[in-house]
């Protein structure tokens, strides 16, 4: 069982930068392909990107690939989505979701999931 917890999000005019962190419980973070999803109002829920378990293997959507940057930390148990050249498209509520196995894009394969942060970019 792992819980997640979201922090970081807030309003950013376009062009600036966020940080987004997500802390998770338990002693087996080292053990889960974590990912970031976001759902913009109105839109279902999309990949942002992902780091595979082990090798720390990125993957990224298409729309903010040389933008954001997803990192982890395992000795704080700690997964990371920095967020550069922000757009307005780029508002919604930021997920972080851990797995077990390799990474995916699809939703539904991830087991636990956080509370969501809300972020917002002004234009």
């Known amino acids: 069982q792992v819980q997640l917890v979201e922090s970081g999000g807030g309003l950013v005019q376009a062009g600036g930068s966020l940080r987004l962190s997500c802390a998770a419980s338990?002693?087996?973070?080292?053990?889960?392909?974590m990912g970031w999803f976001r759902q913009a109002p109105g839109k279902e829920r999309e990949f942002v990107t992902a780091?595979?378990?082990?090798?720390?293997?990125?993957y990224y959507a298409d729309s903010v690939k040389g933008r954001f940057t997803i990192s982890r930390d395992n000795g704080k148990n700690t997964v990371y989505l920095q967020m550069n050249s922000l757009k307005p498209e780029d508002t919604a509520v930021y997920y972080c979701?851990?797995?077990?196995?390799?990474?995916?894009?699809?939703?539904?394969?991830?087991?636990?999931w956080g509370q969501g942060t809300q972020v917002t970019v002004s234009s």
């Open positions: 338990g002693r087996t973070f080292s053990t889960y392909t």
């Open positions: 780091m595979r378990r082990w090798t720390g293997s990125t």
């Open positions: 979701a851990a797995k077990g196995g390799g990474a995916s894009d699809k939703d539904y394969e991830y087991d636990y």
